[in-house]
């Protein structure tokens, strides 16, 4: 009998917290439309996320899990999550996610779970969100892969990865527009979706790498978004840097590639020489399924025919075994 299956990239949203950003996001986040007659969120004129309006519906979703065979779903704020609006704004627009996530698992315990948002801005406000979400049943946390453009290692933020650490907790790192999609001028044929997010989160993972990262945080779980963006095309260029560029080794001691068995990837990739590039880079015991369901380029069926395209034992870690193993279920 083939494994439950468990989607750990996949999205929601409120109407309220959409309202919120709306009155609280600008002048940088705007909403606007876009061709196709879509509403989507802009940064700096670039538009980057398409709501949709199974986003807003827990029926559709569920609808959607049953006509395509998965199982669970850990929800997760999308981008541009709560970096924004201030600090008050930002902990309010954190909290109606987290509570109406939380509501849903409550209501659907056996279908639905969550990774918690935190306004990582304000570690005196993301530390007491933490403890609030753990308590509530968060599986873990959603982090965007640049937080209102500073990087994930900055110092700013180390006393919530060390309180993430401390509890060992699984991070999907997501990607958002990347720092300066204005001036790369992405907002012509929307290229943050098709470009720029694979960018964010390939940098914000080498950044990672580069600076000890998995040295300092053992038992830290990181899912890198969408196969782990371009790194499963890249570690092999990241260890000839390494070798070569002194700046490479200010950090670390052994080549980036060596860390590989501490980070997991998700499957949301659009071809099965993709996924299995990501299964020989990451290992198909830190492989997930994952959908980013219901982005308007998000593929539930067609992420899970590509794994279930697998070999055997690879087709199960990936389908559900290796989410019950990372995840407290």
Not at 263 to 272: K, N, T
Not at 279 to 303: K, Q, R, W
Request: proline share 7%; net charge negative; charged share 20%.
């Amino acid at each position: 009998m083939a494994s439950a299956v468990i989607d750990v990239h996949t999205h929601c949203l409120t109407e309220a917290w959409f309202d919120l950003l709306r009155q609280h996001g600008a002048p940088r986040y705007t909403v606007a439309e876009v061709r196709g007659g879509l509403r989507a969120i802009h940064l700096d004129g670039a538009p980057f996320m398409t709501p949709v309006p199974a986003m807003f519906d827990y029926g559709l979703r569920l609808a959607a899990m049953n006509q395509h065979g998965v199982d669970v779903c850990i929800l997760s704020l999308t981008c541009p999550n709560c970096y924004w609006g201030g600090a008050e704004i930002s902990l309010h627009a954190a909290r109606i996610m987290n509570d109406d996530m939380a509501a849903a698992q409550t209501a659907h315990p056996d279908r639905l779970r969550w990774l918690a948002s935190l306004p990582w801005q304000y570690p005196e406000l993301a530390l007491p969100e933490l403890e609030r979400t753990a308590t509530a049943g968060a599986m873990g946390v959603m982090v965007l892969a640049n937080i209102d453009g500073r990087s994930l290692t900055d110092p700013h933020f180390e006393p919530i990865w060390r309180a993430i650490d401390a509890r060992s907790l699984p991070v999907l790192v997501h990607p958002t527009a990347p720092p300066g999609v204005g001036a790369m001028d992405m907002a012509r044929f929307q290229l943050t979706a098709s470009i720029g997010f694979t960018f964010d989160t390939s940098l914000a993972v080498a950044r990672m790498i580069y600076d000890g990262f998995f040295e300092r945080y053992r038992k830290l779980r990181i899912i890198a978004s969408h196969g782990g963006g371009a790194l499963p095309y890249l570690i092999s260029r990241m260890d000839q840097c390494f070798g070569n560029i002194p700046a490479c080794r200010e950090k670390i001691s052994v080549k980036p590639s060596e860390y590989l068995p501490q980070i997991f990837a998700d499957a949301v990739v659009f071809s099965p020489a993709v996924l299995d590039l990501c299964v020989n880079t990451f290992g198909a015991e830190n492989l997930l399924y994952g959908s980013d369901y219901p982005h308007t380029i998000g593929d539930m069926p067609g992420c899970l025919a590509r794994v279930d395209g697998l070999p055997g034992a690879s087709r199960d870690n990936v389908r559900g075994r290796n989410a019950r193993r990372i995840f407290d279920f």
